[in-house]
């Protein structure tokens, strides 16, 4: 078992470039997540998708979309990429919403 | 290298001591509360998890430590290795809101040998 990828590790965009950043885990988890985690902000919830099909805004959701194109795999999109967007981001998964969350190992994003 | 954690409080400990790790929580209607570990450059990594029914758990020389009375979570690791160097986080889920995964800020925790 893999538990949960990511792709890719590292990313430099220039502002107003677009990109898709990939998850994917193999634990048959129903519910998954993206987070991006900040110096001193802790990590905090851009979109989740309870279960397969659906998909809801998190804490911070502005300048995001996602896509669960099946079980196993939820998409985070960024359409024009600010230099605020500037962090590391981190899918995760669960079987179910009150369950634990696995997390993947990061993506690095930098926007110049 | 990592930037996350710049900021956070430190416990230095020195190898083979007790550590302990303390989480104000903010919501007395959390009833579910994770640990996690990260280490530099690698996704947070799940510890120990404790229900609100719960006040201790214990894993393989972790224990965790539940105080419902003033909302505080603590980490106690055994014997600490320089393994255990890290950034720990506490997580807690809201009863009624179960889609979101509080965390707070975290606490680094430096092993000298």
């Known amino acids: 078992n893999a538990g949960v990828t990511q792709t890719p590790k590292f990313q430099v965009l220039k502002t107003g470039q677009s990109m898709t950043l990939q998850c994917a885990q193999d634990?048959?988890?129903?519910?998954m997540y993206w987070y991006r985690q900040d110096p001193g902000m802790g990590l905090r919830l851009i979109y989740y998708?309870?279960?397969?099909?659906?998909?809801d805004k998190g804490e911070v959701p502005n300048g995001y979309n996602v896509s669960r194109l099946n079980k196993r795999e939820f998409s985070l999109r960024l359409e024009s990429a600010a230099p605020s967007q500037t962090s590391v981001y981190f899918c995760?998964?669960?079987?179910?919403?009150?369950?634990?969350?696995?997390f993947g190992p990061g993506t690095r994003l930098l926007v110049l | 290298g990592e930037s996350v954690g710049l900021h956070l409080p430190t416990l230095s400990v020195q190898e083979g001591d007790n550590s302990i790790i303390n989480c104000a929580y903010s919501?007395?209607?959390?009833?579910?509360f994770i640990w996690y570990k990260q280490e530099s450059g690698k996704g947070p990594q799940f510890i120990i998890d404790?229900?609100?029914?719960?006040d201790k758990r214990q894993g393989q020389r972790v224990t965790v430590l539940l105080n419902k009375t003033v909302k505080h979570l603590s980490l106690q690791i055994a014997a600490t290795q320089p393994g255990d160097s890290a950034v720990y986080f506490c997580?807690?889920?809201?009863?009624?809101?179960?889609?979101?995964?509080?965390f707070g800020t975290g606490t680094r925790l430096q092993v000298f040998p």
């Open positions: 995760a998964s669960s079987d179910w919403l009150e369950e634990t969350q696995y």
């Open positions: 634990m048959n988890h129903n519910s």
């Open positions: 998708s309870a279960s397969e099909g659906t998909t």
């Open positions: 919501n007395s209607a959390s009833d579910y």
């Open positions: 404790i229900r609100s029914n719960m």
């Open positions: 997580a807690e889920i809201p009863q009624y809101n179960t889609d979101k995964l509080i």
